[in-house]
């Protein structure tokens, strides 16, 4: 610094001149002991290095090392596409586990769509009875049933007065029986008795009427079906009707039924209970004339569902009848439920609920034909496989043998029909969906390639050890 000197005054003023030696000096320390920082946090993380470098110059590649690189792509690259594959079936997959139903108080939903070729809708009867003592007959509320050509099998084109005949019979004649029991109410009802007795009195009860026949020695059976105090009881009894011939007819919809075990049938005659009873009501001679073939083009319990998901083994089932298999018959499917719940990833919430099964079955011919020989033994008779059926309908002989014998046939006491005895297991089998995520893949293929590369490391340096005390051994 130079002092400046005034000659107005006594002041003096000073002037601080930068001194820019001394500021660079300090700049440099600053910067080198930056730099010193630096070197350092590098030599640290250098230390930390595991993977050591070798100049390229001090390589040294073998044949031998060639030929293990070729081998080791090539089993790296096998081994990558495995996993691949391996991944996207795990994705895929599912997983089932078996668990108990609580859903046996529920109904449930039977879809069902079967053809019968040659029975016409008008003898087609759907009953169901189950173990509950629950039964329904002749269920049509929910069914639809189309008439079909016998010959082209399409359906047929419907008369105006058809279109108007009642559905359901049997709700046709519950309306009629509710009537008659509202009118046999009122305090002036006097039920007739039918000719029986004398004009003004009167007969109230259907045993009444009955009764009075029988004193009469008339036959009371005539009073059946005509007798309003019958009908109204419940006690009327219809005269069966003989089979239409010359049509089919297709049977869909769905049904309700209780999760129980049971059976639901299409049999010859109508069913009604009676005493407590389900029988069937048809003219045994007209037996023959019940055909009961049929295609069963759908059958499933529950909700329906993907067939991606589910798969309903009795669809696409189809059975014929001929002479040579008994004319007709009762076939019998022999189903287990088993109840499942489907879900889309494990541990969803969103389920559905419904049920796959499994059969087998059984079929007995209405007509058994019998060969007539002295020496012939029914007892060490084997049934064998019929090539229609595939199961047991015994071999057909025709009316006269080679040998001379004559054949007959014998009716089996049995109600011809199609029948489904099905069963509900107690446990519920819930399947869902097993998913493998993308970073398991990755993490499987890292540990393929990284142990691919130690195993090559290894046989590639126990070939250059050896390879090197060849060498030294032969003075090379």
Request: net charge neutral; charged share 25%.
């Amino acid at each position: 610094m130079q002092p400046i000197s005034s000659t107005s005054g006594t002041i003096r003023h000073r002037t601080v001149v930068k001194n820019e030696s001394s500021y660079s000096s300090a700049n440099q320390n600053n910067h080198n002991d930056n730099d010193n920082g630096k070197k350092l946090k590098q030599k640290v993380v250098r230390n930390l290095d595991f993977f050591q470098k070798v100049e390229r110059d001090y390589t040294v590649k073998t044949e031998h090392g060639g030929l293990i690189t070729i081998i080791g792509y090539i089993i790296m690259s096998i081994l990558v596409i495995s996993e691949l594959y391996n991944w996207l079936d795990l994705s895929q997959s599912t997983v089932e586990n078996v668990i108990v139903d609580t859903s046996l108080g529920k109904k449930m939903q039977v879809n069902i769509n079967i053809t019968f070729p040659a029975l016409a809708c008008v003898d087609l009867h759907v009953d169901v009875m189950d173990v509950a003592g629950d039964s329904q007959i002749n269920i049509e509320d929910t069914l639809k049933k189309r008439r079909l050509d016998i010959n082209t099998g399409q359906p047929k084109n419907i008369d105006n007065d058809d279109e108007h005949e009642p559905a359901n019979r049997a709700k046709t004649e519950q309306e009629k029986r509710q009537i008659l029991l509202e009118a046999a109410q009122k305090d002036d009802y006097c039920g007739p008795c039918y000719g029986s007795k004398d004009i003004g009195d009167c007969c109230q009860t259907c045993q009444d009427v009955m009764k009075a026949y029988k004193e009469k020695r008339w036959n009371p059976d005539v009073l059946m079906g005509i007798a309003e105090q019958c009908i109204r009881e419940g006690k009327s009894e219809h005269k069966p009707k003989r089979m239409t011939k010359g049509e089919g007819c297709n049977l869909s919809g769905y049904m309700s039924l209780n999760r129980v075990a049971g059976n639901f049938h299409i049999a010859m005659g109508e069913g009604v209970e009676r005493d407590g009873r389900h029988i069937h009501q048809f003219l045994p001679e007209d037996a023959g004339n019940f055909n009961a073939s049929h295609v069963i083009h759908e059958l499933s319990f529950g909700p329906k569902v993907k067939r991606i998901l589910q798969s309903n083994v009795l669809d696409g089932v189809s059975k014929f009848v001929t002479h040579d298999n008994g004319e007709t018959g009762l076939f019998q499917y022999f189903i287990k439920i088993v109840p499942t719940i489907y879900k889309k990833d494990k541990g969803d919430s969103n389920t559905i609920e419904t049920n796959r099964f499994f059969f087998t079955e059984r079929y007995r011919p209405l007509m058994k034909h019998l060969i007539d020989d002295e020496h012939y033994d029914l007892g060490t008779k084997k049934s064998e496989p019929d090539k229609n059926w595939g199961y047991g309908a015994g071999k057909v002989a025709g009316a006269h043998s080679p040998h001379g014998h004559h054949s007959h046939s014998v009716r089996n006491a049995i109600l011809p029909g199609v029948f489904f005895i099905y069963d509900i297991y107690p446990f519920a089998v819930e399947i869902s969906h097993e998913r493998v995520s993308f970073t398991h893949l990755i993490i499987r293929i890292m540990a393929l390639v990284g142990g691919i590369y130690t195993i090559m490391g290894w046989v590639d340096g126990l070939l250059f050890e050896r390879e090197k005390k060849n060498t030294n051994r032969n003075g090379y």
